[in-house]
């Protein structure tokens, strides 16, 4: 979930909420019903994009309080013919944005320059990332409170780190003001309709969301589904359930990875640990190298990848096993999530984090509660079961219920079932061996969507569009055409 590949990878039903949220995004879109001006030009940090501002409220319901702008980049059609055709990709993470999707590898691995034959390809930073207002915490205030990695917390230590987690988040609250408690997936889905009116006033939307950008794509869907003309689910996010239930659900997610990296070593000679016991080879890596411990759950996202996945993998593992570290400090260099020099950015994006989880799930109190579920989930998944507590998400790249511990206020946009009707213009993907959203998640999804169509892709790693040829074939014909796909696709790669 954190990133998206594998780098950008992550309760009760308030009833009056939910059903009150249609009437009150209305309200607010006819209020700013004329088209918003948008002024391209050269981005500057991104080669062969153009970026553009668009103002969006801070809060709107109380579009008068002030607003934000939102930094768009564009990669115009190939096609002259084709311009103004806009397929709005929809940034993960949380904390994935622009530098991401079109400044990195993601560019090809999201089909880009493919799909500008088509279409321009629109993106954002969404609110409190990137370009687009990023949130800023105190270092001072860095939370120094942190569950142990080989057992459970006891209660006095969680809430030791919830004490930590709100002086940290009231750090970050002084130094970004209101924005950050207006970083829901049901903001967010706002200023995608502000999107839409700046790019396709006089059409419907067509996006592709993968990761949490599919929790964002879903409050949009929920809130607008008579502007969704294509939407693709991919990789995704399931906000029926509440937070120990999504992160129990990721954590068995990534033991399946871990299955499935020992199967392809038990088989594949080319595998460095061939022959060997893989979970003895990871438990000494931990007690010789503990960064081992987070790292390695970060790149299973890559599946079979040669230079990122398993058998980059296996290499260092058999490395650290002889007391060599080089393709430990390489493969930590590539999964760093944060490069800014500036403290303040830096521990912002992991307020940023904590402020769009949260806000969507909820703060985590319940101790008996949560101690019941990862007891259950260590017979499970022993050796990544410190997932479910951890409380440090940008440094080991997990979500955990501890990032929640001490959030000072209740959920914005609450974990609930989706209130849409039959929508044939969706469609859910997902890969079967996904360790940051599992397929779970997307059936989830899927069922609550009647007539939504779902594309199963039978790979390993984060998304199906980056990882199967055929997933994105059938994802693009879907895109430019809902009703050429059929009700269920079933992929390899």
Same mark, same amino acid.
């Given at each position: ?158 809430? *030791?780190?919830?004490? %930590?987690?709100? =002086?940290?988040? #009231?750090?970050?609250? +002084?130094?970004? /003001? &209101? ?82 990296? *020992?199967?392809?070593? %038990?088989?594949? =000679?080319?595998? #460095?640990?061939?022959? +060997?016991?893989? /979970? &003895? ?86 101790? %008996?509660?949560? =101690? ?122």
């Amino acid at each position: 979930m954190l990133r998206c590949r594998f780098t950008s990878v992550a309760i009760i039903l308030a009833a009056p909420f939910v059903l009150g949220i249609g009437v009150a995004f209305s309200q607010v879109a006819n209020s700013q019903t004329a088209k918003p001006e948008l002024t391209w030009a050269p981005c500057g940090d991104i080669p062969d994009t153009e970026c553009a501002g668009l103002p969006v409220p801070i809060d709107y319901a109380r579009p008068g309080d002030g607003t934000m702008t939102l930094r768009l980049a564009r990669a115009p059609s190939l096609d002259a013919a084709k311009r103004g055709s806009v397929l709005l990709l929809l940034p993960g993470g949380p904390g994935v944005g622009i530098k991401e999707i079109m400044g990195g590898e993601m560019r090809a691995a999201q089909h880009v320059a493919d799909f500008q034959r088509q279409y321009d390809v629109v993106t954002f930073d969404p609110r409190g990332i990137g370009k687009s207002s990023p949130i800023r915490c105190d270092p001072a205030t860095a939370p120094t409170a942190e569950t142990p990695m080989d057992r459970a917390p006891t209660q006095a230590e969680f809430a *030791a780190v919830a004490r %930590a987690n709100a =002086a940290f988040i #009231e750090g970050c609250a +002084k130094a970004s /003001g &209101a924005l950050l408690w207006h970083l829901s997936a049901t903001d967010t889905a706002q200023d995608v309709e502000r999107i839409r009116q700046a790019l396709s006033p006089n059409d419907g939307i067509v996006a592709y969301a993968a990761s949490y950008g599919s929790a964002y794509a879903a409050a949009y869907l929920e809130a607008y589904p008579e502007k969704v003309k294509a939407l693709v689910l991919d990789g995704v996010v399931d906000h029926s359930v509440d937070f120990a239930t999504f992160i129990t659900r990721n954590v068995m997610s990534v033991q399946d990875a871990f299955d499935r990296f *020992a199967q392809w070593c %038990a088989q594949e =000679a080319r595998c #460095e640990l061939h022959g +060997k016991d893989l /979970g &003895a080879a990871f438990d000494a890596a931990i007690a010789r190298e503990p960064e081992t411990r987070t790292l390695l759950p970060q790149l299973l996202a890559a599946g079979d990848h040669p230079e990122l996945g398993w058998p980059a993998l296996a290499q260092m593992l058999a490395e650290v096993g002889r007391g060599e570290t080089g393709m430990l400090k390489k493969m930590a260099a590539t999964a760093t999530l944060s490069s800014t020099g500036d403290p303040w950015l830096r521990l912002g994006k992991d307020g940023l984090f904590r402020a769009v989880i949260c806000a969507d799930y909820g703060p985590q109190q319940d101790y %008996a509660k949560l =101690a019941a579920a990862a007891d259950a989930l260590a017979k499970a998944a022993p050796r990544f079961v410190w997932k479910f507590w951890d409380a440090s998400p940008m440094a080991h790249a997990s979500a955990g219920t501890g990032s929640c511990a001490g959030w000072p206020r209740d959920a914005a946009n609450p974990p609930h079932q989706l209130k849409v009707g039959p929508h044939r213009n969706v469609m859910v993907a997902n890969p079967t061996h996904d360790p940051a959203t599992p397929l779970a998640n997307a059936v989830s999804v899927w069922l609550q969507i009647p007539e939504a169509r779902l594309l199963i892709a039978d790979v390993d790693g984060h998304q199906s569009l980056p990882l199967s040829k055929c997933a994105y074939e059938a994802q693009a014909r879907f895109l430019a055409d809902p009703s050429s796909v059929s009700s269920t696709t079933l992929c390899g790669k």
